[in-house]
């Protein structure tokens, strides 16, 4: 074969090529043997690892898989930070972002919209620059670290109606709102001229709209436990530093849907400027406050349009819906208006121009996941049993009354009563035992992921924290039992993002993590521990506990897939006088910096 006579150049040239190939392929060879054999390939490997799970998200069955190999032990991964400049106080579900694009009416954009699940990039939520362990519970009813939550349009705005103001390293409260501008403790004072404010007759408040939550944190001092929900507004946070106060509160929006409440189970409802329409959509919103409104209850609504400026025919249609609800007009002060729910259905909705009717017996009005509202009213027939304001045992003495709702389980006072005993052991031996901070001020917001009666929450009542029952969505419907014993709490799925800011709680605390994330029909996950982890990991503060009791197991695993979220967990042995199958793990949330 003849040679081909290359001019000098491309020889050049040729030549050149196939030393870069060269070098590339025996330069690939030294890297393999670099990760194999030397320490470099863990610091590589290290570096990669959260490019690995992030890039899972793409491929839904990546994802799986990656979850499925931590919790199992086959891969030993520490999930990365998400990017600090977009996730320091990321809500899933909230996202405005996101929920920007939906619709405007009845403010369904600004409820609850959960991505999928495997659009979620698996990465850990970092503290602000300059976080710090929030201030201790009762001094963070008052004051809390400027830089936990560097945010100051609220002191900006509403720093001269008292909401809060900013004082060198922190925020201050002084306890005001719009419409209590001196303060809470004196407007509380003054609707104790009209409404049982103690003496146990109220225990249960929902606040709508509640800003910073100074109404519920100073209602607290009547022994009344408080609700507080705002939706995330343009005011920045305001369910975020009700939560750094330690004052219970959720974020919601009453849009289209029903809040996560049972029926009959706040003793009072208060709004403060709260600007919901009441009457608006057919009354729709004031037959949801008529839902979660206990028999007997009270109602108050304080601003626009109780005898407001040009709201004329507002104020006179909210006068018509209660009239036509039979509520009891207790008192007009300024402006603020007081009703009194009727404690029997002592009438049917007279005649309106809102064509108010009431609903079927078909209706289970504590049906609220995800459920559309209602343009009936909840019959009070539809719930048996003595849960009235006046039947009802007043606090304390209902924590541990019999339950007097008879549509709670089959021989519920049994099990109730079985429930309430073991807890109370339970909780001795996790004080007493596990070296868990219960009891202590460092220890003020408590999650219960997997509530039933809410006996975890009945066992703390001595101690300074207040409880977020939450009650599963696909299991039996107790919350209305935590609710008449004088406790809160929500119904919730957990294979989606909880409704609250992150770094909202001191301690999370699970039985039976895995039935939390079953398919009750199939048996089978639909989602995963790993999944879940990252979520609890967004809600809880740095150096906070979780405590997860369930099966040897599952527990095992469990401690995997914590050390995946930089957790350090324990394994303890259960209480001594437990007959169960059960192993307690105690993890605790480092605190890193991204």
């Known amino acids: ?81 998400c990017p600090a400049d977009t996730a ?34 698996l990465c850990l939520v970092p503290p602000p620059k300059g976080y710090k362990v929030p201030v201790q519970w009762p001094e963070s009813l008052h004051k809390i670290w400027h ?43 003054k609707l104790g001229q009209y409404i049982p404010m103690n003496g146990g007759i109220l225990r249960t408040a929902l606040d709508m709209g509640c800003g910073v939550a100074s109404f519920g944190g100073y209602l607290l001092a009547q022994n009344i436990l408080t609700m507080s929900f705002a939706p995330r507004d343009s005011h920045k946070s305001q369910i975020q ?3 750094e106060r330690g004052v219970p509160a959720f974020v919601a929006m009453l849009g289209t849907r029903r809040l996560p ?83 029997v259905e002592m009438c049917l909705p007279n005649q309106n121009e809102f064509g108010l009717d009431l609903c079927d017996d078909s209706d289970d009005p504590s049906f609220a996941w995800y459920f ?12 048996k049993g003595e849960y009235a304001i006046g039947t009802i045992p007043k606090w304390p003495e209902r924590l541990t009354a019999s339950l007097p709702r008879s549509t709670v389980l089959k021989n519920g006072a049994d099990v109730y009563e079985a429930d309430t005993k073991r807890w109370v052991r339970r909780v001795a031996h996790y004080k007493n035992s596990l070296k868990i901070k219960l009891g202590t001020p460092a220890v003020r ?51 989606e993002p909880f409704s609250t800011y992150p770094r909202t709680y001191d301690l999370i605390h699970a039985t039976s993590i895995e039935s939390l994330i079953k398919d009750p029909a199939s048996g089978r996950n639909r989602c995963s521990l790993l999944d879940l982890m990252v979520e609890l990991d967004r809600i809880l503060r740095p150096e906070g506990t979780v405590v997860v009791r369930d099966t040897p197991e599952v527990i095992e695993k469990v401690a995997r897939v914590v050390r995946a979220v930089r957790w350090k967990p324990t394994i303890y042995n259960k209480e001594p006088e437990s007959h169960g199958r059960e192993k307690i793990l105690v993890a605790t949330k480092t605190f890193w910096k991204s």
């Open 88 to 121: 320091a106080d990321h809500m899933p579900c909230e996202d405005p972002r996101l929920n920007s694009q939906l619709s405007r009416e009845m403010n369904y954009y600004r409820e609850r919209h959960c991505p999928p699940l495997e659009t979620s990039p």
């Open 372 to 383: 559309k509202l209602k343009k009936c009213i909840t019959r009070m027939s539809s719930v």
């Open 241 to 243: 530093f009700a939560l």
């Open 445 to 495: 917001n408590v999650m219960d992921m997997n509530a039933f009666f809410g006996g975890f929450a009945a066992a703390l009542n001595s101690d300074p924290v207040w409880v977020m029952n939450v009650v599963p969505s696909h299991k039996p419907i107790t919350l209305d039992a935590i609710f008449d014993r004088g406790l809160i709490g929500v119904y919730h799925d957990w294979c």
């Open 1 to 81: 074969m003849p040679h081909l006579n290359l001019p000098a150049s491309k020889r050049v040239r040729q030549w050149r090529v196939l030393d870069l190939i060269s070098a590339a392929f025996f330069g690939l060879v030294f890297l393999f043997f670099m990760l194999v054999f030397t320490p470099a390939g863990d610091s590589l490997a290290a570096s990669g690892r959260q490019t690995l799970l992030l890039s899972a998200s793409a491929d839904p069955r990546q994802r799986l898989h990656v979850a499925a190999a931590i919790e199992a032990g086959q891969q030993s991964r520490v999930i990365d930070a």
């Open 147 to 189: 830089s936990n939550m560097p945010y100051n349009k609220i002191a900006d705005r509403k720093g001269h109606q008292g909401w809060m103001k900013l004082d060198g390293p922190h925020f201050i409260f002084p306890g005001g709102g719009t419409m209590f501008p001196d303060g809470a403790e004196q407007y509380i004072e």
């Open 261 to 343: 409440f049972p029926a009959f189970g706040f003793d009072l409802v208060h709004c403060s400027r709260c600007l919901i329409p009441f009457t608006a959509y057919n009354a729709s919103y004031f037959i949801e406050v008529d839902r979660l409104l206990r028999p007997g209850g009270y109602l108050v609504i304080s601003g626009p349009p109780v005898q407001w400026p040009k709201q004329d025919k507002e104020w006179s249609d909210l006068q018509a819906v209660a009239r036509a609800l039979c509520y009891e007009l207790i008192a007009v002060d300024g402006n603020t208006v007081i009703w009194k729910k009727p404690a």
